[in-house]
């Protein structure tokens, strides 16, 4: 017998000094049916969440995320959450996998389509889907590997108990006889379905916490992914779009004329904004036979828009607003301690204002889906952060119930929250209902830059006090920034408690506190961007930090850890704890604190977003008024990694997108519109420019927690103190090197 085979009975629970020879079960599939006097076409098992979309909290475990083990062996795992290149496709069917014992070259995936009675909320966003979907994952392995189990033991004629699984089998202990999944697969359906499995214990993880590669990576690698852009179906047609450049704005007047002239072009669709939050701002789309054609009848055509209320926005003055809205007193959000007694018996104080502008996401793929539409029923097939969205906008806008709406969810070329909204998808309904074919509708680049739902932009002011020993005993905070919650309510002028949380429940042990709220009105659409609100929070607090140390005459690592240990509130000592562990980890691996060639320095910075902790340190040499970025070292604590290959790839995805938006990502308005089209004015950082980067993961057995945005936030601080400890020159604006649209 092969002595792989052999190997595979001798469990870690089962350790034994002699050696075993394996004795395959001597029954065929139909002599084992027939024994067993059961038939059936294979197992499949499953696990519903009940899951809050708007508050992704820790899922419940009951039917559905679908097992299908088929009688050859192979298994099919369905993904309930979007994949839109982070491996979550990857990470949570390993996870099954895992606790199923299955063997993962046998293991097959595929996108589940837009279902939420069936597979619980599928918005794939907040860096939530391995926080909320890791245990009922592990739960709907644990249930299938006990119903083979059962399986096997009626087989053997003897208890579960003298059974185990390993690897895609079953093995009685006293006999060492095996039978494969595939063989016990239609016996395993008619087992009862254990409501509370025995879940593994870490040291018998199989796939969790090793480097597994993505299950699709040669379908990347050789360009045979199907994306959301690449969707063919039968007799569709081609549509390009112009919106209204203006949020508020409405379309005056449109001459088609020359657009129809243009050969392959058959239409001229005007389409009115909708008055939901993920609607379509309302635009005009040209529908050709080929998306050439649609694309050059848009250029010709001659459109004249009225811009409404917002048509002024002026980003320039508007950042200047800002700043001045928060260099004096503004709304208290929350407070604690005495803050004027804190500065008026301070040794010293320090003070600081910092920026933040615009952003777009600019993923790689364009919006882009393809909608039929019927008469009773719509079938979309749409790259997606929520098809469950898309099923509520398509179902309002068409009249059609909700399940008449189905959403086949396809891989997004990026997405980082742009594809939460569904504009571009009720877009093309509307097409497709005006001209009675399927309609593929893709954005241009320009549109996708200039119709966006926008990062806010922000200003920030914080005053600390000192006393004598340097130790920081009052701080004052105030923000003033455009919040999401415009999105659904456009009164809104000032980010409220919820948006404002960071700064009370921020790690930092400050006995005297207050937090304000400046004026700041939205003028254009405000959405999720990757990291949301950390980004700006942990640039303000990560630089100010380092200004304070130097304030106070100590090195930043000795500041953070005065600020950590000054925190007593036994509620945040797991945060306190924690955070103090990733910035350890960081020092030890980065070389922070080492002699450095002249114009060399290291930033470090920590920040807690997302339930994670990250510590960054930066490594730079200055080369004239320009930087080089040459390393950067990354400590990561998110409990127990799932995939630690797409884990680091998480982080170092962070450095690629953190530099950009560090170095000179920022939209500008003009006359209510945004300036910026493309890459050109819009630049992302060139392979040539990516540092080493080195990712260290802070072993631990607590549940695991997203990778998805954490690693935005320290990295800009980060940047931004090591080019201070480089040149002694200080940036407090973001982007550093702002291009000038």
Known sequence: MRADIESLLITQREKQAQSYTVKPLSLNRRQFLKASAIGGCGLMVGV?????????????????????????????????????????????????????????????????????????????????SIRTMYEPMRKAGAVAREMLVAAAAKAFNTSPDNCYAQNHFVINKSTNQKLSYGELASVAATMPTPENPTLKSKADFRYIGSHLPRHDVSKVVQGKRVYGVDTKVAGMQYAAIVHCPVMGGTLKSVDKTEAMKVQGVTAVVEIAPMKVPFGSLGGVAVVANNSWSAQQGVEKLKVEWDRGVHGSYDTTSYMKTLVENVEKPANKIAERGDVESAFENADQTLSATFTEGHLVHAPMEPNASVVSVGDVACEVWASTQSPDDIQSVLSQFLGIDKKAVKVNVMISGGAFGRKFKCDYVQEAAAISKAVGTPIQLTWTREEDTRTGFYHSNSAQHIKAALDKDGNVTGWLHRAAFPSINTLFDPSVQFAPANAMSEIENHPYGIANLRSESGLAPAHTRIGWYRAVYAIFWGFAYGVFTDELAEKAGIDTATMLHRLYDSNTNPEQAEQVKR????????????????????????????????????????????????????????????????????????????????????????????????????????????????????????????????????GMAPFAPALSNAIYHASGTRHRNLPIQPMRT
């Open 579 to 710: 955070s103090k562990g990733v910035l350890d980890l960081v020092i030890e691996k980065s070389g922070y604190g080492k002699t450095l060639p002249e114009g060399e320095g290291i930033g470090i910075a920590v920040h807690y977003s997302f339930q994670t902790y990250i510590a960054m340190a930066v490594h730079v040499r200055m080369k004239g008024d320009d930087f080089e970025v040459l390393r950067v070292d990354s400590a990561v604590d998110c409990g127990q990694v799932l995939n630690k290959d797409g884990a680091a790839a998480q982080q170092e995805g962070a450095v690629a997108m953190g530099i950009s938006l560090a170095k000179y990502c920022e939209v500008s308005f003009k006359d209510g519109a945004v300036v910026n089209s493309n890459f050109h004015d819009y630049p992302v950082m060139r392979i040539s420019d990516m540092p080493e980067v080195h990712v260290h993961f802070v072993d631990s057995d607590t549940k695991p927690t997203g990778l998805g945005e954490p």
């Open 48 to 128: 519903s969440l009940n899951v809050n979309a708007s508050k992704m909290e820790a899922a419940e475990f009951s039917p559905n995320a679908f097992i299908h083990l088929q009688q050859d062996g192979s298994v099919l795992i369905y993904c309930g959450r979007c994949e839109m290149g982070q491996g979550i496709s990857t990470a949570l069917p390993s996870v099954v996998a895992d606790e199923m014992e299955a063997d993962w070259s046998k293991v097959t995936v595929e996108q589940a389509e837009g279902n939420q009675d069936k597979y619980g909320s599928q918005a794939t966003g907040g860096s939530a």
